[in-house]
């Protein structure tokens, strides 16, 4: 009775660290939802096209991930996985090409794919940025950003840019953790129920085929 009761306390146990597990990367995929949606917006102002259909398979990936979770989807789950470790790449190519380290340049047109001359929103729409207008004769339009300069910021944009990358890898990685224990726990529990079912339904002994 004593070994049966601690298999039932152990099993209890694992259903509930499982249950907060689940809690906790649902919270999380919320996170990551609105931090994407936000980084989202502000490349579609800054024409950054690349980023904005990597972010577009984010919130796809990240929307199946939620369904798997909540719907006890494992596979799902595991694709979340998969994609969660491209992205953690891509966050750190994104950091490491604003930084200008690889040989990678953050005035390169790698972002923009060539097809417009944009920068990040933040290089001109920064904390604190002071902007003036250069003087030209026949254009009207001051708010053409060739037009203007900036003179200071209190935080650079490569910086603001930076930011957002650590905070996706910190809760990509927080997740990555928790997505790997709820598919552990769950390849466990199949396998412990495929168990018990051959067990309880042993297979006919071949003295039938006689």
């Known amino acids: 009775m004593d070994l049966k009761h601690r298999r039932a306390s152990g ?25 994407a949606l936000e980084r989202q917006v502000f490349d579609f102002l800054g024409y950054q096209w690349a980023p904005i259909m990597i972010n577009f ?31 953690v790449g891509w966050n750190v190519f994104v950091s490491c090409l ?3 380290l690889g040989g990678l340049s953050k005035d390169s047109d790698m972002l923009t794919l060539g097809v417009s001359s944009h920068r990040s929103w933040w290089r001109d729409n920064g904390p604190g940025c002071e902007r003036q207008g250069l003087p030209s004769s026949g254009w009207q339009n ?26 996706q890898l910190l809760v ?15 390849s466990a529990e199949e396998e412990s129920f495929n168990f018990i079912g051959e067990f309880h339904h042993p297979s006919k002994p071949s003295q039938l085929f006689f």
């Open 142 to 167: 001051h708010q053409n950003p060739e037009l203007s300069i900036v003179l200071s910021c209190w935080l650079e944009y490569q910086y603001i840019e930076i930011l957002h990358c650590i905070i």
């Open 98 to 100: 604003y930084l200008d």
């Open 11 to 35: 099993r209890r146990e694992e259903k509930m660290g499982c249950c907060s597990a689940r809690c906790m990367l649902i919270l999380l995929c919320c996170v990551q939802l609105i931090t």
């Open 57 to 87: 398979f984010h919130i796809i990936m990240v929307i199946l991930g939620l369904f798997g979770v909540i719907e006890y989807r494992t596979r799902y789950v595991v694709m979340y996985l998969l994609w969660t470790m491209l992205w």
């Open 172 to 186: 990509s990685l927080l997740s990555f953790v928790y997505a790997c224990y709820i598919v552990s726990t769950s």
